[in-house]
Each structure stands twice: as C-alpha cells, then as structure tokens.
C-alpha cells in the first residue's frame, strides 16, 4: 500500500521563490546571458564563447584542463565548445610538448583580433549592468559569486 503524502502548501512555493539562491542565479544567470548574446551577435559571439577566448588570452597557452576548470566545465563540454572556434580559425588545439596526452590550447590571430573587438562591448555592456544594479540599490560584485565557485 502506497502512503500518500502531504501537498506542499503554497507558501512554500512563494518561500523557495523568494529565497532560494540557486533559482535566483540561474534567473540572474540567464538574463546577464541573453543581455552579452545580444551585445556580442555583431561578431557571430556568445557569451559563453566570448569567457572562452578570454580564458585562453595567456603569456603561455594553458591545458585544456586548466581552463576547463577556470571556466567550472568537464572536460567532454569544453572540447565541444572548442569545436566551432576551433572550425572558425580562431583557436588552435595542439600536443602539450611535455605531456603528449595533455592539450594546450591558444588564440589565433583571428581570435586575438575577435577578442580584441569584443572587449569593448564587454566593457560598455558590463558598464551598463553594473550601473542598473547600483541603480536599483542592489549592486552585486562578481567576488560574491567567485566566492561560491571555489
């Protein structure tokens, strides 16, 4: 015999919705998504892909693993995302020299110029946001949520 349980009032819903720090950044995560998508469409760019070139802008080519974990993916995920770029001629996926197995991954020149167009529309778009927030009394750091990433 199955035991029926109990339904969830509704203010318990309002609650999680009002409270919970997991909904409110994904909420926050896909709306600050939508809004560089948007800033970064003139240059065939995503946001995501745009966090990807930066994290590849280095003194030395990093491994594939190290911006897997800048970037808090697995390693399967990032090389699918590397694969367009890759296709684009904008990055290069090449042997790490001391470590045949490991990948070291690096910008092109036409990922250097790519990134070198974005930047500015990451600034004025980062501007913008950041503006609205103080605004609107609620500023955020981007510290606060590098501190709940590790």
Not at 68 to 91: F, I, Q, S, V
Not at 97 to 119: K, P
């Amino acid at each position: 015999m199955s035991k029926t349980l109990a339904p969830i009032p509704y203010a318990t819903t309002l609650h999680v919705r009002d409270t919970c720090l997991c909904l409110a950044t994904q909420r926050a995560a896909r709306t600050l998504a939508r809004r560089f998508d948007d800033a970064f469409r003139p240059l065939d760019l995503t946001n995501g892909q745009f966090s990807l070139l930066m994290s590849l802008n280095r003194p030395e080519p990093p491994t594939l693993g190290s911006v897997a974990n800048l970037l808090a993916m697995d390693r399967t995920t990032l090389t699918a995302a590397l694969k367009p770029l890759e296709r684009r001629g904008l990055l290069t996926v090449a042997p790490d020299a001391a470590d045949r197995r490991s990948r070291r991954l690096g910008l092109t020149s036409e990922g250097m110029a790519l990134l070198a167009r974005a930047v500015p529309i990451w600034t004025q778009t980062h501007a913008e946001i950041d503006a609205a927030l103080a605004a609107s009394g609620r500023p955020l750091a981007a510290g606060q949520l590098a501190g709940l990433a590790g």
